[in-house]
């Protein structure tokens, strides 16, 4: 079965990538959680970027704040695909930051990036990913877009004036 690689560069963005663990368990994926510092271990983060196809993970979510070079770091070092999550840290310039490090990669060296803080969808687009192979994961994600679609047309009745 796939799994799903969610890093982080430090312990204070759990919070906000707790949202990509939840739509994982969610959807009965498998994942491992580390944090990985694109500054403070670099040795670790070549080590899990060249290895983590070998280790059974199709995709990585990789949440960072600041700098933010965790994702496209990891980007260039392995094959798989990269969710980059944008977190507004407490050294953030409003988040502004760690969009634009995530989401202006260079040619040749793609990161998927969902918006600041946007670990839930970070989540539910590595299990599309996975779906797209996976035909029991494939029947999960239309069955959550189909609650999606219900919750509106549930929230509209009684609207009419």
């Given at each position: ?21 939840d ?7 498998d994942?491992?959680?580390?944090i990985?510092?694109a500054h403070r271990t670099?040795?670790k983060?070549?080590?899990y ?8 993970f ?7 704040g600041?700098?933010a070079h965790?994702?496209g770091?990891i980007?260039?070092?392995s094959p ?5 999550v944008?977190?507004k840290?407490t ?5 502004w930051?760690?969009?634009l490090?995530i989401?202006q990669?260079?040619g ?5 990036t969902v918006?600041?803080n946007g ?7 590595a299990?599309q990913?996975i779906?797209?192979?996976d035909?029991?994961?494939?029947d ?14 549930d929230s509209?009745k009684?609207?009419?004036y």
């Open positions: 079965m796939s799994k799903v690689g969610i890093i982080m560069g430090s312990k204070s963005d759990l919070p906000v990538m707790q949202e990509a663990i739509m994982l368990n969610h959807f009965k994926i994942f491992e959680v580390d990985v510092s670099p040795e983060l070549f080590d970027g060249k290895h983590a196809h070998t280790r059974g199709s995709v990585i979510i990789a949440g960072a600041g700098a965790l994702p770091m980007a260039s070092l798989l695909p990269i969710i980059g944008p977190v840290s050294n953030s310039i409003d988040g930051d760690s969009i490090s989401l990669m260079p040749g060296v793609p990161v998927a918006a600041l670990a839930k969808n970070a989540g539910i687009l299990a990913i779906g797209s192979s035909p029991q994961v494939m999960k994600i239309i069955a959550y877009k189909e609650d999606l679609k219900a919750k509106v047309i509209a009684g609207l009419e």
